[in-house]
């Protein structure tokens, strides 16, 4: 740690002396993987992500409804993009969140299958293409989550599309760690990670209460994201799930970004994590549906040390690094070997 307070203030130092900015002295020290210092002509990933806290609605056959999210959807996107937004990402519920009671068959006052006929979804289906339109119209890549129908009698995925900047549906992300209720009564699991690129920025996908599966973190390391999205509708509230979002950033060295709805923002605004663990930015905790905008930028100083030396470090050292160094004594094997 002392190592790295002395790099941290030798950078500044630099900053201060040149004028440059910290990301621009940095590029000074920084090794390259050749073991030269980093050139300046070196150009960081970098890219612009608004997230967005929303109203979340819970009736799929409320047809205003469905229309007032979807355009409430739309003015953050405008919002966004206007603070020079390369991507926008939203909550789990964005248009709506099905409730189980609403849905159920033995509701309103038992949980049962959900019954989908009661879904509006053409109307669903017009406020998703409204928001595709509009993501072309401003050359935003647009991640909205959404329930995604599948052929009778299957059962729905709930998804989170990624639209891209041309305003098409590039992929989509199902969730696969549901709830007990959601995946007796309500819908189908996915059964696969999602990836996608901006700008060179590789992003992954996660919905709903996988928040709470670290292995899930851990897989999108492996295949070296930058940055996971995670959208939910409700746990953003909950006070240990917000760290748990810090922790899963920290431990895998790469960006978070939390999207939830707005009316749990008093307690638990949405917002992004550096990959250090450090919160970048966070919606105002006022209930209002709102976003934040930052950058991800790989060489600023909220991410250059987790990038270049701690989950370079971590790899190694899960990689076999210990094996050759393990050795055969009997003071070792035997536990109870006193002092």
């Known amino acids: 740690m002392t190592a790295r307070r002395n790099f941290k203030k030798q950078v500044r130092a630099r900053a201060a002396k040149t004028g440059e900015s910290y990301t621009s002295a940095l590029r000074h020290f920084l090794p390259t993987p050749s073991g030269d210092v980093m050139s300046e002509a070196r150009n960081p990933k970098s890219v612009r992500l608004a997230v967005a806290q929303t109203t979340v609605r819970e009736d799929p056959r409320d047809v205003e409804a469905l229309r007032e999210s979807g355009g409430e959807v739309r003015a953050l996107m405008r919002e966004a993009s206007a603070q020079g937004a390369r991507i926008a990402h939203f909550p789990e519920g964005a248009i709506c969140f099905p409730n189980k009671l609403v849905m159920s068959v033995d509701g309103p006052d038992a949980v049962g299958p959900a019954d989908w006929d009661r879904c509006q979804w053409p109307v669903l289906q017009s406020e998703l293409a409204a928001i595709a339109e509009l993501a072309r119209e401003l050359r935003l890549w647009t991640v ?5 129908r599948l052929t009778g009698p299957n059962r729905p995925h709930n998804s989170l599309y990624v639209i891209s900047d041309g305003g098409e549906v ?4 199902d969730e696969r760690l549901l709830s007990k ?6 819908y189908s699991p996915g059964v696969s990670p999602v990836t996608f690129e901006v700008d060179g920025v590789l992003f992954g996908c996660l919905l709903g209460m996988e928040i709470h599966y670290p292995e899930l973190f851990a897989e999108y390391e492996k295949m070296d994201v930058d940055c996971v999205l995670l959208s939910t509708s409700g746990t953003p509230g909950n006070s240990t799930a917000q760290a748990q979002v810090q922790g899963h950033a920290a431990f895998n060295s790469y960006w978070v970004s939390l ?13 992004i994590v550096a990959p250090n663990g450090d919160w970048l930015a966070r919606c105002p905790a006022d209930g209002s549906p709102s976003v934040a905008v930052v950058n991800l930028d790989d060489s600023s100083e909220t991410a250059t040390s987790a990038l270049t030396y701690v989950r370079p470090w971590r790899r190694e050292s899960r990689s076999g690094l210990y094996t050759e160094h393990q050795v055969s ?3 070792s094997e035997d536990r109870t070997a006193a002092f």
Not at 144 to 148: E, K, M, R, T
Not at 181 to 186: F, H, L, R
């Open 181 to 186: 209720t959601k995946v007796s009564y309500m």
């Open 329 to 331: 004594d009997p003071r």
């Open 144 to 148: 909205i989550p959404s329930v995604h």
């Open 170 to 173: 590039v992929t989509r992300y």
């Open 259 to 271: 999207s939830g709805p707005a009316q749990d923002s008093v307690t638990a605004p949405t917002g």
